[in-house]
């Protein structure tokens, strides 16, 4: 599906497509893909690199043509095996056209250009649009980053009361969610560099935007930085947990198999086919009985001054 968006205090969709506007693309079907490289001419081979899922935030030239893949946030609302994750999408450019390509729906295209027309925003050149990309991508990741923090609390007081399985794989996932998001943003940040060497002799930068981007980025990534250090913390805190349970049920299933053993060995030495010189004994069964619980409770009353039971 794609959409014309001319900038006129905000992006606003047309019917047809114009030179100098933006031409934005998500999910492409055969029909965008055909207006894409026959209408547009642009070079396949970018296409094809936008859809690889890991492709990683970098620059590419082919002729005129510049391609610019940066990563985005987005929450995965079908697959259970992750809250968030990353995406690339791709803005293609050349002198004349604008076109952006994602292979998935986003929260954060509709919301970008919601908030061009909102704010009255003038996107003035192609790489002022990848700027506020970039920009808008760093405020989704602090959002998501919000209730990632949020998800992190409630797992805690859900493992303070009982540790399940399902709660430590939560913080797992989110765990690599946050892995996701240092090197995206990472990936983003290095991005600003390049963009600038490549556009640093034309009048398309705006050193003021790129300031406020960076501002941005290193925010996302500082809060990622404190939000993985307190989720391994308490991984690491919980794993301890985990360890001093099991040597206490070791310790009090050692103190009862202790306990246990002491009339059986009893009985065992007096089921000998051997004289036990107590054959003659009136109340031998009940000696043997009565010495085997003391025996018993003495060991009892020990593991329990120790603190094993």
């Given at each position: ?22 031409v934005n693309v ?71 056209i604008i076109v ?136 690491d805190a919980f ?71």
């Amino acid at each position: 599906m794609r959409k014309y968006l001319y900038c006129e205090a905000g992006f606003v969709e047309k019917a047809q497509w114009l030179p100098n506007s933006w031409v934005n693309v998500v999910c492409p079907d055969n029909d965008d893909f055909e207006f894409l490289t026959q209408t547009l001419k642009v070079p396949e081979s970018f296409l094809t690199d936008i859809a690889d899922t890991d492709e990683r935030p970098r620059t590419e030239t082919e002729g005129n043509w510049l391609l610019t893949i940066l990563r985005i946030p987005v929450q995965d609302k079908l697959n259970g095996n992750l809250p968030f994750s990353t995406v690339p999408i791709g803005i293609i450019t050349n002198d004349e056209i604008i076109v952006s390509v994602c292979y998935y729906n986003t929260d954060l295209l509709p919301d970008f250009i919601d908030h061009t027309r909102r704010k009255g925003i003038e996107v003035r050149n192609k790489l002022d649009l990848i700027l506020r990309l970039i920009y808008s991508s760093s405020v989704w990741f602090l959002k998501y980053l919000k209730q990632i923090n949020l998800d992190i609390t409630a797992a805690e007081k859900e493992l303070e009361r009982s540790i399940r399985n399902e709660d430590l794989l939560r913080l797992m996932r989110l765990q690599k969610t946050l892995v996701y998001f240092n090197t995206s943003i990472r990936g983003n940040e290095v991005m600003i560099g390049k963009l600038q060497s490549i556009f640093q002799d034309t009048n398309y930068l705006d050193k003021d935007l790129v300031e406020d981007v960076i501002i941005e980025l290193k925010q996302a990534l500082n809060t990622v930085n404190i939000y993985s250090d307190i989720l391994t913390g308490t991984m690491d805190a919980f794993a301890s947990i985990i360890s001093n349970n099991v040597n206490a049920i070791m310790k009090r299933m050692t103190s009862i198999s202790i306990t246990l053993m002491l009339p059986t060995l009893i009985a065992s030495f007096y089921g000998m086919n051997v004289d036990i010189h107590l054959e003659d004994t009136p109340h031998a069964f009940a000696l043997i009985i009565l010495c085997s619980v003391i025996l018993s409770a003495l060991s009892f009353v020990i593991f329990r001054k120790i603190k094993w039971f």
